[in-house]
């Protein structure tokens, strides 16, 4: 069983930058893909950022050019480099994993963009 454990969320001013990590465990294959959704009360799940195992990335249009994804295959990790960022970025922050068609869920960190 595949787990997932956030770290790097929290309350930062607007305008300032945290980075995310996401460390997978329990399987011995590289994921073909890990990334980053959110979720707002009321609101569905959607995605930030997504990064495959050759390293090709999508972005959502909101966070293009302030958002960076990346991954270390070899310690099963995946980074979300979040810069300039706004108080409508605040959301719980979800890692995302897909393997095999399977897909697994963090538990959710919480960042918050206020002043």
């Known amino acids: 069983q595949v787990r997932l454990v956030e770290s790097g969320g929290g309350l930062v001013q607007p305008g300032g930058s945290l980075r995310l990590s996401c460390a997978a465990s329990?399987?011995?294959?590289?994921?073909?893909?890990m990334g980053w959704y959110r979720q707002t009360p009321g609101n569905q799940r959607e995605l930030v950022s997504i990064?495959?195992?050759?390293?090709?990335?999508d972005y959502a249009a909101a966070v293009k050019g302030r958002f960076t994804v990346s991954r270390d295959n070899a310690k099963g990790t995946v980074y979300l480099q979040m810069n300039s960022l706004k108080s409508e970025d605040t959301a719980v922050y979800y890692c995302?994993?897909?393997?095999?068609?399977?897909?697994?869920w963090g538990q959710g960190t919480q960042v918050t963009v206020s002043s």
């Open positions: 995302y994993y897909r393997s095999f068609g399977n897909r697994y």
């Open positions: 329990g399987s011995r294959f590289s994921p073909d893909a």
């Open positions: 990064i495959t195992k050759d390293h090709t990335t």
